[in-house]
């Protein structure tokens, strides 16, 4: 039962786990945009609503003032005249005499409307036993919504016996269509002014975003040209918050640099310090076999081999790659030429024809040992197996280089060292390929009509 409830907790927690890596996964710049378009729409709708209720209650306030003044001059004109209610003189806004104008007055006793405008026509106020003189909403002439306010008022009747009182309720009215108007230009120039100012906090955002977030975007290149080899340390004048990152990561790559320039350099140290040993081995093997003794070809295989190792390992120890070539570049003619120079001082050369077809000007992404290391092996290989010509060349493309080495021979690699008896075909192009690996590209062997082999790989060029 408990692991069952363990299994449910587990896939209840599975989303949350997965939301969470999502929303880690934004970027910052996302993340201040919807917290910045958050706070701003918020704000701006807080600011309407506000401003909005606060105009409207301004509105009703002033409304209310000049129901009041209304109603005070409806107060001073009605009179008692032998017992008759009447108007001394009629009100002084005009609108009073237009039917259903929006602005009426009324006056009634005991529920009977006795005096009233001439703009109710045919309708009425609603009598409201509840009304004791404060400003309110009510409903009028043809259903519409009215501003109201009435005002109970006494006078002595001396045409009644003893003076009786009698009591009134005067009323006064103006329609809402009245503010309604200004009411709807107001929120309209509101809403304006807010989208306006929210489009200009929302511009700023992305302004200091973008020059806020700029150093990491530098930071973010200056990663990429160490990772491809562009440059070996973080360069450029960072803010202060950046500056201590960028000093710890240079100084990690130094760390990095010294651990594998000191591994090399043991590599190395180990790689000689087997070549004494091998060689005294390859003569005790040589020594065994001119007597005849068949543990001398077994020792001179097992020679063999542990050379190959030796010499594969101390290419390793030699080459770079490209995120340590740190903006290297290779003039690729010159090296090619001073490689076929080389070549043609070695036995039997001579009647090779090399041909470098490479542009002067070419410069390759690439650390000058790495180069040579990967030319003098394919040279070689194309030295040993070529019948008469060598080509070396290059096909140039936007970014990058296609280097061809191109032989009129077959190349033993298709059918292995052993073939053709030549020693170090094999281990040379395992060196390329390590070498090659570095630097995320690798060799291309093809044969060609007339047993000609091409051996192609391609390199990122150097503006």
Do not use: C
């Amino acid at each position: 039962m408990s692991t069952l409830k363990v299994r449910r907790a587990s896939a209840r927690a599975a989303p949350d786990i997965e939301e969470r890596t999502v929303i880690a996964t934004w970027s910052v710049r996302a993340r201040i945009f919807l917290i910045s378009g958050l706070m701003v729409g918020a704000t701006m709708g807080a600011a309407a609503w506000f401003i909005t209720h606060a105009f409207d209650a301004a509105l009703q306030a002033r409304m209310g003032q000049e129901l009041n003044i209304r109603i005070l001059e409806l107060e001073r004109l009605f009179s008692l005249d032998q017992g008759k209610a009447v108007m001394r003189h009629r009100p002084a806004d005009p609108r009073y005499n237009i039917p259903e104008s929006g602005a009426y007055w009324q006056i009634s006793e005991n529920g009977k409307i006795i005096l009233k405008s001439r703009s109710l026509w045919t309708t009425s106020l609603p009598d409201d036993k509840e009304i004791t003189g404060v400003f309110h909403s009510d409903t009028g002439p043809d259903r519409t919504r009215l501003f109201a306010l009435a005002r109970k008022v006494a006078f002595l009747d001396p045409a009644r016996t003893g003076g009786a009182q009698r009591h009134f309720v005067l009323e006064v009215a103006e329609d809402k269509r009245a503010i309604a108007h200004l009411q709807t230009v107001f929120r309209r120039n509101l809403y304006g002014a807010l989208l306006l100012i929210a489009l200009v906090l929302l511009v700023g955002t992305i302004l200091q975003t973008l020059i806020g977030l700029g150093p990491l975007t530098t930071l973010q290149s200056r990663f990429a040209a160490v990772i491809s080899g562009d440059s070996d340390r973080l360069r450029g004048n960072f803010p202060k918050e950046v500056a201590p990152l960028a000093e710890v990561v240079n100084r990690l790559l130094a760390h990095q640099e010294d651990q594998v320039a000191k591994a090399r350099r043991r590599a190395g140290t180990l790689a000689h310090g087997l070549k004494t040993p091998l060689t005294i081995i390859s003569m005790e093997a040589q020594r065994h076999t001119a007597a005849q003794n068949a543990e001398g070809d077994v020792l001179e295989e097992q020679v063999a081999l542990m050379r190959a190792i030796v010499e594969r390992e101390l290419a390793r120890a030699r080459t770079h790659g490209a995120s340590a070539a740190g903006g290297m570049q290779t003039k690729a003619h010159a090296s090619v030429e001073r490689l076929i120079n080389l070549f043609e001082r070695m036995p039997g050369a001579g009647d090779l024809i090399w041909t470098n077809a490479l542009p002067e000007d070419l410069k390759l992404a690439m650390d000058p040992d790495d180069f040579g290391e990967v030319m003098g092996n394919l040279m070689d290989n194309a030295r040993k197996n070529a019948r008469r010509h060598i080509l070396i060349k290059a096909h140039l493309e936007p970014d990058q280089v296609v280097m061809e080495v191109r032989n009129d021979g077959y190349d033993p690699s298709e059918q292995g060292a052993e073939a053709t008896g030549e020693q170090g075909s094999g281990l040379g192009l395992a060196i390329i390929d390590d070498v090659l690996e570095l630097y995320d590209t690798k060799l291309n062997l093809t044969r060609q009509r007339g047993n000609a082999t091409l051996a192609q790989f391609s390199i990122s060029r150097r503006r």
